[in-house]
């Protein structure tokens, strides 16, 4: 874990519309390149994505968020939320920051919340990378989505977020993480917010990606870790359909792949930046 590294992305906060978001910060803002906005995943923080503002803040501006309820975010209002409520908190955070457009990647359940931000305000997003997006369990029965939902929170309950720590981290990686990695997600897992989680794992069961990306038109990727064990590549292929997009499969990683392949995941997501920059260079439309 790279304490010195982390300390040079101090843990911010800012009032918004929403309430109080934390945040972390990188880069400054360049007329040719896009800002970034990363959403991190249910059992992680703004300070998971501390490898990925280190590397993209040399080129352009780089943030990412505590959701509500992680770290000091405010939470969410209702008790069993929505992924519009976070889209909400997204869109009031980003008038906070000042970005008016940005490339949104969202992993695991960050995906939900940024598939749900792109499909209420297409024009603020110059790009979409969802990476081990999380489908949510919207489209199920009723009972799949409350067996799901009532599963893990029973687990948080039990463990407390040092226990998941200790019992669920070393899902999240490949057997090819090392040991700073592996370090690195649990710190990220013992820090969550007992009742940030609780909302979330409600969004999990209410939320439905697939449906979010049909009415998304940007410019869309999708990719996976091949050894991801928790949005297998099969699971995200679904996703992938919905986008009308190919899957990218991200060789010897698992689900947290930014955090244990970092370069090739920095590669990832500068790569489709310029992509995006390129063809507005050309005048291209998304």
């Known amino acids: 874990m790279n304490i010195e590294t982390l300390a040079r992305f101090r843990d911010m906060k800012i009032e918004t519309a929403h309430g109080i978001t934390g945040y972390r ?3 400054a803002s360049h007329p040719r390149t896009l800002p970034v906005v990363l959403l991190h995943g249910i059992g992680s923080g703004a300070a998971s994505w501390v490898r990925q503002l280190d590397a993209l803040g040399q080129t352009r501006r780089v943030f990412a968020w505590d959701a509500p309820g992680y770290g000091a975010s405010t939470r969410v209002a209702s008790a069993s939320p929505l992924a519009i409520d976070y889209a909400k908190a997204l869109s009031a955070w980003l008038d906070a920051i ?13 995906a939900i919340v940024a598939g749900s931000f792109a499909a209420s305000a297409p024009e603020r997003v110059a790009g979409l990378l969802l990476i081990s997006p999380a489908a949510g369990y919207g489209a199920a029965s009723k009972d799949v989505r409350e067996s799901k939902r009532d599963a893990r929170l ?6 407390g977020p040092q226990g998941l720590a200790r019992e ?10 090392d040991d700073e990695a592996r370090e690195w997600v649990r710190w990220n897992m013992a820090r969550i917010v007992p ?30 870790g091949a050894e991801d064990a928790i949005t297998p590549p099969e699971a995200c292929a679904f996703i992938a359909q919905a986008a009308n997009v190919s899957l990218q499969v991200m060789p010897h990683a698992g689900h947290a792949g930014y955090i244990e392949s970092p370069a090739a995941y920095t590669a990832l997501i500068d790569a489709f930046c310029q992509s995006i920059e390129c063809r507005m260079k050309d005048g291209a439309t998304q």
Do not use: I, P
């Not at 000042?98 to 359940?109: K, Q």
């Not at 669920?168 to 993480?177: E, F, V």
């Open 195 to 224: 009742e940030g989680y609780a909302q979330a794992t409600h969004l999990l069961a209410n939320a439905d990606l697939a449906s979010d990306l049909a009415r998304f038109h940007g410019r869309t990727a999708v990719a996976v």
């Open 168 to 177: 669920r981290s070393a899902n999240m990686l490949s057997q090819y993480a």
């Open 154 to 159: 029973k687990m948080l309950n039990e463990l």
């Open 25 to 27: 910060e990188a880069g």
């Open 98 to 110: 000042g970005v008016d457009r940005c490339v949104l990647v969202g992993h695991s359940l960050g």
